[in-house]
């Protein structure tokens, strides 16, 4: 049995675009996905998040389940096209008078909300002028930034910048699979770039507006080990490594982009510069902005081998299925990476305030006859990756937090509905809601805050 500090957050998480709907009421503008959904082919069922689990109208009744399961923080974020409908310009009362309710209802339940400013809905008057490949960007989103934290920071004291830059960028820009589905690799390099430096100049502007807050940035991870021994394939790991995850936490830890991977992108990124000519002097000091707390999202690992060395799907070689399975995402269950990228986040960059901002797993278990949602591998793998994180404490690791993807099903991007991550079922029809069997065991588990 393993307690958890009295300070530790439980918590849960969601994004605008995956549950809000109302994707065009009450002033609200376009977004680059509301653009996308509608283009052929690009959401499996062609499903969109128009409607979405209709949280924009039903928030209420959403911090009610949350408040009878004793879920103490809720980590939402903002539709930047609610607050400013063309990215810049005007401000629309009506999207700020939806998150003062909001986060009123949730303070009403004593729920602390999390809020983070970018989950990849970028306005799409913004992206016809270049999007985040546009450094212009970056002054928008700061402004943003600004008008929010001055909104609400009153009463919100925990600030997140961007949720999950590398997807942003390279899924949104490499591989065409989000929005806004561009295939350019030069390009993501740019968005990439663009979207640290506005999180970089965020942090002093949320600061000096919540001088009682605190502030950071949550990365995705992607540990992964060499299939073998062998020196390609350990070359192939240390490549996908510097893909995935050092690209973004050299540069927010004040170590800039690792040189290895400058010299890899070279011809991709078309520049035959010392460093891509838009990093431009002085950026990286800003990206490297001091922050408050390092979040990380961790779902699976994976085993890379030579010639894969850029590609999610390496997964683990055939006959040797990991010992937990997987998801039906597809993803292989490796709790253990986590309790090792934990440590490596303290170790390697000294990360001094960790929190595990998602984590959670896509099962399709729905109402059996009674009605009831019995969904035991969900709880299982949470069982597994709090036990983890437990374990990551116990060696020392300064982790401070843990919050559940997500509380609600909804929209899985390219996936549409196909797939489930909630702790609470939703009827994508007519929007009802039931609490699965993995609600009760999460609110057991944060009441008793110990895990065995
Ligand atoms: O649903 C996503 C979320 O938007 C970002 N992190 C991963 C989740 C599961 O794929």
Request: hydrophobic share 40%; proline share 6%; glycine share 16%.
């Given at each position: 049995m393993k307690r958890f500090p009295d300070d530790f957050v439980f918590g849960v998480a969601a994004s605008a675009y995956q549950i809000e709907g109302a994707w065009d009421e009450d002033g609200k503008g376009e977004s680059i996905w509301d653009r996308f959904v509608g283009q052929p082919g690009r959401i499996l069922g062609g499903e969109?998040?128009?409607?979405?689990?209709d949280h924009y109208h039903r928030y209420k009744e959403d911090v009610g389940l949350m408040a009878a399961a004793g879920i103490p923080a809720y980590s939402l974020t903002t539709a930047w096209t609610r607050v400013l409908p063309n990215g810049t310009?005007?401000?629309e009362p009506r999207g700020i008078a939806f998150y003062d309710r909001l986060v009123d209802e949730l303070l009403e339940h004593e729920i602390t909300p999390y809020v983070t400013l970018y989950h990849w809905d970028l306005p799409q008057a913004l992206q016809d002028r270049g999007g985040w490949a546009n450094r212009e960007t970056v002054d928008a989103f700061v402004r943003y930034a600004e008008i929010m934290s001055a909104v609400l920071g009153d009463r919100v004291k925990h600030w997140k910048t961007h949720n999950e830059p590398w997807v942003a960028a390279f899924v949104g820009h490499r591989d065409g699979v989000f929005a806004p589905g561009h295939t350019d690799f030069a390009e993501a390099l740019a968005v990439a770039h663009h979207i640290l430096l506005s999180h970089g100049r965020a942090v002093p502007v949320i600061r000096s507006n919540v001088p009682d807050g605190e502030v950071g940035i949550v990365l995705d991870c992607r540990p992964s080990t060499p299939a073998s021994d062998a020196p390609a394939d350990v070359a192939a790991q240390r490549h996908f490594d510097g893909f995935r995850n050092r690209w973004f936490f050299d540069p927010i830890f004040g170590k800039g982009y690792p040189e290895d991977m400058v010299d890899a992108y070279r011809d991709r990124g078309r520049f035959d510069t010392e460093v891509p000519p838009f990093v431009r002097p002085g950026d990286l000091d800003e990206i490297a902005a001091p922050i408050d707390f390092i979040g990380v999202n961790y779902y699976t690992a994976l085993d890379v081998a030579a010639g894969a060395d850029e590609t999610e799907d390496t997964g683990v070689p055939p006959g040797q299925n990991p010992p937990d399975g997987y998801t039906e995402m597809g993803w292989p269950i490796v709790p253990e990476a986590l309790t090792g990228f934990l440590k490596r986040l303290h170790d390697d960059y000294g990360a001094a305030d960790i929190r595990v901002t998602e984590n959670g797993a896509s099962y399709s278990d729905g109402p059996g006859p009674d009605g009831r949602i019995q969904d035991h591998r969900r709880i299982d793998y949470l069982h597994k990756h709090l036990n983890a994180v437990a374990e990551a404490i116990e060696f020392g690791v300064p982790v401070t937090g843990y919050f559940v993807w997500s509380i609600l099903d909804n929209?899985?991007?390219?996936?549409?509905?196909?797939?489930r991550f909630g702790l609470v079922w939703v009827n994508h029809e007519t929007g009802e809601r039931i609490p699965k069997d993995s609600l009760a065991w999460y609110s057991s588990v944060i009441a008793e805050r110990r895990i065995g």
């Open positions: 969109t998040g128009k409607v979405a689990c310009g005007p401000i929209f899985e991007w390219a996936l549409g509905y196909s797939q």
